[in-house]
Nanobody, 131 residues
Framework: QLQFVESGGGLVRPGGSLRLSCAAS????????VGWFRQAPGKEREGVSC????????YYLKGIKGRFTISRDSDKDTVYLSMSNLNPEDSGVYYC????????????????????????WGQGTQVTVSS
């Protein structure tokens, strides 16, 4: 089964940092743009960031850039989201997924973090920012 496995979440105080990992299971990442998404309680899931192979094409949600950094290790088929200066509004379950179209890989983000254009969702990892 093709999916991602997210990890690295936890409880952190405001102003703190976390690094989330997103490991591909059952496939390699090179052909895919990979997105990070989050869902806070009672809110819709939203796209946070996306990157393509070699970081050629990167997208960040407004207000995230400068605090979050997306990167990937192709040898490990893993995408990371390094988050700093966290605030309570960053709390939620963080997911990653691969961009696809007609079940085929899409290599670039092109500013697209529409949930319907992503597949192979993982189970998510909880991030809680609280004092």
């Amino acid at each position: 089964q093709l999916q991602f496995v997210e990890s690295g979440g936890g409880l952190v105080r405001p102003g703190g940092s976390l690094r989330l990992s997103c490991a591909a299971s059952g496939f390699t990442l090179d052909a895919y743009a990979v997105g990070w998404f989050r869902q806070a309680p009672g809110k819709e899931r939203e796209g946070v960031s996306c990157n393509s192979r070699g970081d050629e094409d990167i997208y960040y949600l407004k207000g995230i850039k400068g605090r979050f950094t997306i990167s990937r290790d192709s040898d490990k088929d893993t995408v990371y989201l390094s988050m700093s200066n966290l605030n309570p509004e960053d709390s939620g379950v963080y997911y990653c997924a691969a961009r696809t179209k007609f079940q085929r890989p899409v290599a670039y983000c092109s500013g697209n973090v529409d949930l319907d254009d992503y597949d192979y969702w993982g189970q998510g990892t909880q991030v809680t920012v609280s004092s």
